[in-house]
């Protein structure tokens, strides 16, 4: 996280991931500036309407690329998604990144 990137996380709000967000308060502490992170979403709402994990690379271009984390028994298995899809993703998720601090 050297370069000059911001990177912003969305996560539920619930204890679950209170570990996660504390670790991630820590480094935005350390880097001011560089994380941002929307912690207002209630678990159930999240879950709602991310089963996976998403990664989003240059959300505010015009050809974003988006990743997404399959789902199995064995983490760490990534797809990229297709152009259109990778729009309708950022779509879906600009108004949780917007509200982020």
């Known amino acids: 996280m050297d370069r000059k990137v911001t990177y912003t996380f969305i996560i539920p709000s619930s204890d679950q991931r209170r570990e996660e967000r504390e670790a991630l308060r820590r480094m935005a502490a350390q880097k001011p500036g560089t994380i941002r992170i929307n912690c207002e979403t209630p678990w ?37 998604a297709e152009d259109e899809a990778a729009m309708g993703l950022v779509l879906r998720y600009d108004a949780d990144a917007h509200k982020a601090s």
């Open 44 to 80: 159930e709402e999240f879950r709602k309407s991310a089963v996976t994990d998403c990664l989003i690379i240059d959300a505010e271009s015009t050809k974003p690329q988006v990743f997404l984390e399959l789902p199995t028994t064995s983490a760490g298995y990534w797809i990229k």
